[in-house]
C-alpha cells in the first residue's frame, strides 16, 4: 500500500532545524549567531519584519527568535503574520521588557512559544532553541504521520470494500491456472512416456527380433496397472521402466545379446547380472525418470532375496520393481531370453504361479495371472478387435496394439486415431520396406 510504503522509506526529519534571528541591533544578532552557530548549521538573520517575512517566505524556516522592540514593524506584529502564514513555525519572543504591551501582544496574537529576558542566560537560549526545534519536528513528524494513517485508512476502506470480489476473483484465476498447469504437466509427462516408448523402439534395433520384448512388457505391465487401479504416477514410472529395463545390455556385443543366461559363461553371467545397474546409471541423469530408474535397478530382485544386484527380499524391493519382475519374466520365457528354449502361454503362467513367494511377490502373481489369461483370450477371441492390413483401413479407427517396423522401431502406439494422411504415411513406409502390416483396431471405434 502507498502508505505503508511512505512509512518504510521516509527520510527522518533534519533535526538541525532551520533558524531565523530577528533583531534591528547588528551586536544582537553577532550575540545570537555566535550563542547558536556551532550546535545549528542553517541560520538565517534579518534585521526588521520586512526582510524577515521575505526571508520566510522563500525558505522553511522552522523556529523563529524575534527581538519584541524593533522600528517599523515590532515584534508582536511580526510573530502575529508568521502565525497566519506558517503557524508550524516555533515562536520565541526576546525582550528586555517583560511586562511591556509588545510582550503581552506577542503572546496573544503571536501566540508565541516561549520569551526570553535580556540579556539572555546562554544555556537556556539554546535549550529554550533545542527545545522548541525539538517541539517542531515532533509536531511535524506526528502530522506526517496522521497523514499517512489517514491515507492508509481510506485506502483499506476502498480495500475492503472491494476484498470479497476480487478475492472472489482471484481465486477462479488460481483454479483456472492451477487447472492449465496439470493439464500442461499431465500431457508432459505423457510425452515423456511417448517418447521413452520412441526410444525403446531404438533398443530393439540391437536386439535380435525374437528377442524384442519391451513392447510386449509395456502392454502387460499397462494391462496390470488397470487390472489393481495403480495411480497414474506409478502407471507413468512403470510404463518407463518397462520400455527401457533392458537398456543396460546397449552395451554387450552382438553375441552376448543373443544369449539366454542358462548357457552363458561365468564371465557372461557376471556381466549379464549388471545390465540393472548400467540401466539405472544411463537414466538418474533424467530427472523425470529417476523413479523409473529404481524401478529398473531392482526389477531382477527375487522375493526371498536371492536376485540382484543388491539382494534385496519381500517388501524391501520397490513396489514397481516387483511389478515389472513379473512381466519380463513372463515374457522373456516365452522368447527364450531367460531359458535356452522357449516356454508356451500356460508352461508361462504356470512358472509364475509356482515361484510366487520365491522369485515374486505372492500378492501381485494372482491379479498377474489373471491379467495374462485375459490378453491371451483378448487375443484369440475378442471380436471386438480386427486385424487388417494397411488397404482396408479407414480414418478414424483405432490403434488398439502398438505398431512396430520389421526393425523393432515404433511406428504408432496404441490408442492412437488413424487419419487418411497417418494411412496413407503407413502404405508408402510399407512400400519402402517391402513388407505387409497388420494393425489390430476395435469394431466399437470403427462404428463410433
Known amino acids: 500500500m502507498p502508505g505503508i510504503e511512505n512509512i518504510k522509506h521516509a527520510k527522518s526529519p533534519d533535526t538541525r532545524g532551520c533558524i531565523l534571528l530577528v533583531d534591528d541591533e547588528p551586536n544582537i544578532l553577532a550575540s545570537l549567531l555566535r550563542e547558536l552557530r556551532g550546535a545549528h548549521q542553517h541560520i538565517l538573520s534579518a534585521t526588521d519584519g520586512v526582510n524577515a517575512i521575505n526571508m520566510m517566505a522563500n525558505n522553511k524556516v522552522d523556529l523563529i527568535v524575534c527581538d519584541a522592540n524593533m522600528p517599523g514593524m515590532s515584534g508582536a506584529d511580526l510573530l502575529a503574520v508568521v502565525q497566519q502564514r506558517w503557524p508550524d513555525t516555533v515562536r520565541i519572543l526576546l525582550t528586555g521588557y517583560p511586562e511591556h504591551s509588545n510582550t503581552i501582544r506577542a503572546i496573544n496574537e503571536g501566540r508565541i512559544y516561549r520569551y526570553l529576558t535580556k540579556p539572555w542566560n546562554s544555556d537556556q537560549l539554546r535549550i529554550t532553541v533545542n527545545q ?125 545379446i543373443a544369449g539366454s543366461p542358462d548357457r552363458m559363461e561365468r564371465n557372461d553371467r557376471e556381466r549379464y547380472r549388471t545390465y540393472p545397474v548400467v540401466g539405472e546409471s544411463l537414466l538418474m541423469s533424467l530427472e523425470p525418470a529417476n523413479d523409473a530408474a529404481t524401478i529398473i535397478r531392482h526389477h531382477q530382485e527375487r522375493w526371498d532375496g536371492a536376485g540382484f544386484p543388491d539382494g534385496l527380499s519381500g517388501e524391501a524391493i520397490p513396489y514397481g520393481a516387483r511389478v515389472l519382475k513379473i512381466a519380463t519374466d513372463y515374457v522373456e520365457l516365452q522368447m527364450g531370453m531367460l531359458l535356452s528354449r522357449k516356454l508356451g502361454h500356460e508352461e508361462a503362467i504356470e512358472a509364475v504361479r509356482k515361484y510366487s513367494g520365491r522369485l515374486y511377490d505372492p500378492a501381485l502373481c494372482e491379479p498377474y495371472i489373471e491379467v495374462m489369461a485375459m490378453i491371451e483370450s483378448t487375443q484369440t477371441s475378442d471380436d471386438t478387435v480386427l486385424v487388417l492390413d494397411t488397404a482396408r483401413l479407414e480414418p478414424g479407427m483405432v490403434l488398439v496394439k502398438d505398431l512396430h517396423a520389421l526393425s523393432g522401431m515404433l511406428l504408432i502406439s496404441a490408442g492412437k486415431p488413424l487419419t487418411e494422411r497417418l494411412i496413407n504415411k503407413l502404405v508408402v513406409f ?5 513388407a505387409t502390416y497388420q494393425l489390430f483396431v476395435r469394431v466399437s471405434e470403427i462404428e463410433d
Open 132 to 256: 522548541g526545534l525539538a517541539l517542531q519536528h515532533a509536531q511535524s513528524e506526528r502530522r506526517r504521520l496522521e497523514q499517512i494513517n489517514r491515507q492508509q485508512y481510506q485506502e483499506l476502506q476502498e480495500l475492503n470494500n472491494t476484498l470479497e470480489a476480487r478475492v472472489v476473483e482471484r481465486t477462479v484465476e488460481l483454479e483456472r491456472a492451477n487447472g492449465e498447469l496439470e493439464q500442461a504437466h499431465q500431457s508432459l509427462q505423457k510425452s515423456y512416456v511417448t517418447a521413452t516408448q520412441v526410444f525403446s523402439s531404438l533398443i530393439n534395433l540391437r536386439l535380435p527380433p525374437e528377442k524384442q520384448s519391451n513392447a510386449k512388457v509395456s502392454s502387460l505391465v499397462s494391462a496390470f496397472c488397470d487390472k489393481v487401479a495403480l495411480s497414474e504416477k506409478h502407471r507413468q514410472d512403470l510404463a518407463i521402466a518397462s520400455a527401457l529395463y533392458n537398456i543396460g545390455k546397449l552395451t554387450w556385443d552382438d553375441v552376448l
Open 430 to 434: 510399407e512400400q519402402n520396406e517391402d
